[in-house]
């Protein structure tokens, strides 16, 4: 499995795709939070906080996620090579595992350059006025910042599940692309919109999207459950992207 892990991270880096996914979050954030002048503009707010990046993020990772994983597998059956995986001493969790933490690995290292925000922020704020008593006004919340980058990673990981059972469903990676957004911005804000006409069952059907879990964690409260339900999502499709290749025994 680690040999496979290695190979999809070498492909990722050897060609254009990983640095262009890097680039594209980066960038798309970059001028967001600090050139384009809007409500998200951090600079025009005046406020020492990272909410705006946690805002934007979900969104970018709904169209760049899809974009890394929907090669991942359908590429694999299209040219046939997924035959010579099979042969491998691998299991067929094994091929997904690999590919999926590949993946994950890739949107990881898009997330750390972000943490030259926090430092951006920290200066800024140590820069800022004082009060009355000389007692240096408060910061960043560190608390809360560290709790939001764990749900946006935790979110990624959903998405990235998302795209690779997507990616095992067809030979096509635009159709795998297409799927893969659309059952991930239904995760993420499907289930809320559903609550509102369900009444007393609202609130159970919201927990069941991504959104509502995605909240609690970003507010910096770390709780069982929020971790519970995203492990759990990652888990779930994980297996349908195992079972669908272990399909092919059926034929």
């Not at 680690?2 to 254009?16: N, R, T, V, W, Y």
């Not at 970059?30 to 951090?42: A, D, E, M, Q, Y």
């Not at 290292?109 to 800024?124: A, E, N, Q, R």
Request: aromatic share 14%; glycine share 8%; with cysteine.
């Amino acid at each position: 499995m680690l040999s496979l892990l290695k190979k999809e991270l070498s492909a990722f880096f050897s060609s254009i795709t990983g640095y262009i996914v890097i680039f594209v979050f980066l960038l798309i954030n970059g001028l967001i939070l600090w050139v384009f002048h809007n409500s998200l503009n951090i600079i025009d707010s005046g406020f020492a906080y990272l909410d705006p990046l946690f805002e934007i993020s979900p969104w970018v990772f709904l169209f760049l996620v899809p974009a890394i994983t929907m090669r991942m597998i359908s590429e694999e059956k299209k040219s046939g090579t997924i035959d010579v995986l099979y042969t491998q001493p691998l299991t067929d969790f094994q091929i997904v595992a690999a590919k999926y933490f590949a993946g994950l690995i890739l949107i990881v290292i898009s997330v750390i350059p972000t943490l030259i925000y926090v430092w951006s922020i920290c200066s800024l704020s140590a820069q800022g006025q004082q009060t009355a008593s000389g007692a240096e006004i408060a910061g960043l919340d560190f608390g809360e910042t560290l709790g939001a980058y764990l749900g946006l990673i935790m979110l990624a990981a959903v998405y990235c599940a998302v795209g690779i059972w997507a990616s095992s469903l067809t030979e096509n990676q635009i159709v795998a692309f297409l799927l893969s957004v659309g059952l991930c911005f239904f995760m993420y804000l499907g289930f809320d919109a559903l609550s509102g006409f369900l009444g007393s069952f609202g609130l159970f059907i919201s927990n069941l999207g991504i959104d509502a879990h995605y909240k609690s964690i970003s507010r910096g409260v770390i709780d069982s459950r929020d971790i519970i339900y995203f492990l759990s999502a990652v888990t779930v499709f994980l297996l349908l992207a195992k079972h669908k290749l272990q399909s092919r025994n059926w034929k």
